[in-house]
């Protein structure tokens, strides 16, 4: 436990789907800086420097360049682009699957949940559309890695080359679809692989996994959206009971086949995406992340090896949720018997009593299961949903899928998981208030895309009026501003060394610059059950700036009690975004217009808006000041715990001032009772 220290250009699109309206985004190509030839070498120890050997850099404004990456820098295996549709059955949109899978019920029907998630809108978001501009300006199409998961359609049709939108149709705008889920083959043969269904074909797996064998393309380790598809239009799912293939043909002609994949209730399949590396670096004998020479795939193709970005996947996969060990409350909902969260489909896609199809709604009774997975995917986004809508404006909105009453549904869906990640209790022990938040996540608290995104501790101390006489991470709505000084704060936070910064021209240290960011200076985010120090760091998620045993899930932040104190009130808050990363995105884009974009919009729609995951209220006892074990009085026992603990913060820190010394010492003396 310890104390908080006191420290203080509209995109020309191809023709595509009448059914689908224009999109609006600005040109990645909008503006030009002018091109100087530059090489950037690699040398002893990771030491980067500039050379004139004829390799192009973007100089821009400020006097930052461009790393010049290539696309071998940040290639992947697995399936490849394949933009001939004769030979390659191209990523249908979500519109063809309306007809039967939306409109009867916005909270079962998988369109109308899926539509307003964050995976529906994985290519149009506007947070992920400003960071895209910022990636490309950074590292030369760096862009290329990030659409390869936010933009399936658009990859496999060969329109990423430039790692920009530029060269979208209307449909790539369409995001992580239901065709595109419901083709991925799982990479690993044997334990859940594809079963072919009685009517079916034989088990094509094995054919599509070869060829990538052959091809040396088939994936290793997870992560980075090294995902395998099925090269035909064959739908795969859990399920082996559907009692009908209603689903037509494929655009080779083929009879589009229902195929059983166990793969697709596995967490492995979400980890395809949800473990992200930056292929451009790599690991040192010093455990330091360098750049790798440039214009080359990554040398050991290890996502163990690359400087990691997120580890959701991961830190599920070491924690003790992995056998299904942890709470049977259906916490986060879904209709099993015992509750029991093993899988990030439990908890992300709860099972509800629904049907798979429209004519559920018919009172078909063979349409309805007990064990249908809502397509919700409900996260910890808490607003671009919202600022998506306010961005098309109503009548658009309502035809892209997001209309208000879905909408409103899914905000309140992510609000709800967003209260059951944790816990929070309160005590006290003397002077001191004790504040315990549990992670109650399969993963670290909070998780995922980390520029931003950050839970803190808001301690209110009233004395008997109600007044308040004490306070700790204040969040002043007017300025979107956290008094993060004076409370606790779970968050991951990255920096450039100082041989990336020089390449770059860009100051080293702290920086929301994730392609160039290759050193982890802060992750102190509370650790899902069952973990280990060990397997953290094994990972690439190691704890920074904080310390936990093996198998803690919960943290303890004391706050000392102010004198006249009789009651507190604590609520844990988790924000989206903060000002300063959405300030960041709109200052550091000199490529387009998509920073400001999403800022006009952040600011439009409430800044991102903090939301309550717990709040609790606790009666104080009075204490007496240096009373340290609670017992009433100021003796030598109390003296005896204020030396054990001298010259550090906490417990004998009877002045506040983050340091316990001397003016304690004379404190407790003068209060001395005997």
């Known amino acids: 436990m310890h104390r908080p220290t006191l420290v203080p250009n509209e995109e020309q699109s191809k023709p595509s789907m009448k059914s689908m309206s224009p999109i609006r985004h600005e040109s990645d190509h909008s503006r030009r800086a002018p091109l100087l030839r530059r090489s950037l070498l690699l040398l002893g120890g990771g030491v980067l420097a500039l050379s004139s050997v004829g390799t192009m850099f973007a100089m821009r404004t400020g006097g930052q360049v461009t790393i010049p990456t290539t696309s071998a820098d940040f290639f992947e295996k697995g399936t490849q682009p394949q933009p001939d549709p004769e030979l390659f059955d191209q990523i249908l949109t979500s519109q063809n699957c309306t007809f039967c899978h939306s409109d009867y019920g916005i909270d ?100 599509i996994i070869a060829s990538l064998v052959s091809q040396n393309l088939l994936p290793s380790g997870a992560g980075n959206a090294r995902y395998v598809l099925d090269p035909q239009d064959n739908r795969r799912g859990p399920f082996s009971d559907v009692p009908q293939n209603l689903h037509g043909f494929s655009s080779s002609n083929n009879q589009v086949e229902l195929i059983t994949s166990p793969f697709h209730e596995k967490s492995e399949f979400c980890g395809t995406c949800h473990d992200v590396s930056n292929p451009a670096f790599s690991k040192n004998a010093k455990g330091q992340f360098v750049l790798n020479a440039l214009g080359k795939p990554h040398p050991t193709d290890n996502p163990a090896d690359m400087m990691p970005e997120q580890r959701t996947f991961s830190e599920w996969s070491i924690s003790d949720f992995v056998n299904g060990v942890g709470y049977a409350d259906h916490r986060f909902g879904g209709n099993d018997p015992d509750g029991v969260v093993s899988s990030c489909q439990d908890c992300h896609m709860p099972k509800v009593i629904a049907g798979g199809c429209v004519f559920y709604q018919y009172g078909e009774p063979w349409f309805e299961r007990p064990d249908m997975p809502q397509h919700s995917f409900a996260g910890s986004n808490s607003w671009v949903i919202r600022a998506l809508r306010e961005q098309y404006g109503p009548e658009e909105a309502d035809a892209r899928g997001l209309t208000q009453e879905r909408v409103d549904a899914a905000s309140a869906r992510n609000e709800t998981m967003i209260a059951n990640g944790s816990d929070m209790t309160l005590s006290q022990a003397g002077e001191n208030l004790i504040v315990r938040v549990t992670n109650q996540t399969g993963h670290k608290l909070p998780t995922g895309y980390p520029e931003g995104r950050r839970v803190w501790v808001h301690v209110r101390f009233l004395n008997e009026k109600g007044v308040v006489v004490g306070e700790h991470g204040a969040y002043d709505a007017l300025t979107a501003t956290l008094d993060a000084e004076s409370t606790k704060v779970y968050e991951c936070r990255f920096g450039m060394s100082s041989a990336v910064a020089k390449a770059a021209k860009l100051p080293a240290g702290e920086s929301f610059h994730l392609v160039l960011n290759n050193i982890l200076l802060k992750d102190n985010r509370i650790p899902p059950r069952g973990v280990t120090n ?70 439009a729609t409430g800044e991102s808006a903090p939301v309550i995951m717990d709040t609790a209220t606790i009666s104080l006892v009075p204490t007496l000041l240096g009373d340290l074990n609670g017992d009433g009085a100021v003796n030598a026992q109390d003296i005896a715990l204020l030396l054990n603990n001298w010259l550090g913060s906490g417990t004998g820190d009877l002045n506040n001032d983050g340091v316990v010394d001397a003016s304690d010492l004379t404190i407790m003396l003068n209060a001395w009772t005997g």
């Open 534 to 603: 060990a397997e953290l760091a094994s990972i690439g998620a190691p704890v920074v700036g904080a310390s936990y045993a093996d198998g803690q899930y919960w943290d303890d932040s004391l706050f000392a009690i102010p004198d006249g104190a009789t009651s507190a009130v604590v609520e844990t808050y988790l924000q989206t975004s903060s000002r300063e990363y959405m300030e960041f995105l709109r200052d550091a884009n000199v490529t387009d217009t998509r920073g400001q974009v999403v800022h006009d919009l952040y600011t």
């Open 108 to 207: 079962v029907a998988p369109y109308d949940s899926w539509v307003t998630s964050m995976m529906g809108q994985s290519a149009n978001d506007p947070v992920f559309l400003a960071a895209l501009t910022i990636a490309n300006q950074d590292a030369n199409l760096a862009g290329m890695l990030c659409l390869r998961c936010h933009a399936p359609g658009a990859f496999i049709g060969g329109r990423t080359a430039s790692g920009t939108t530029a060269d979208f149709t209307t449909e790539d705008f369409d995001g992580i679809n239901c065709n595109f889920c419901h083709r991925v083959v799982n990479p690993v043969l044997g334990a859940g692989s594809a079963i072919a269904y009685p009517t079916g074909p034989a088990n094509p797996d094995n054919a």
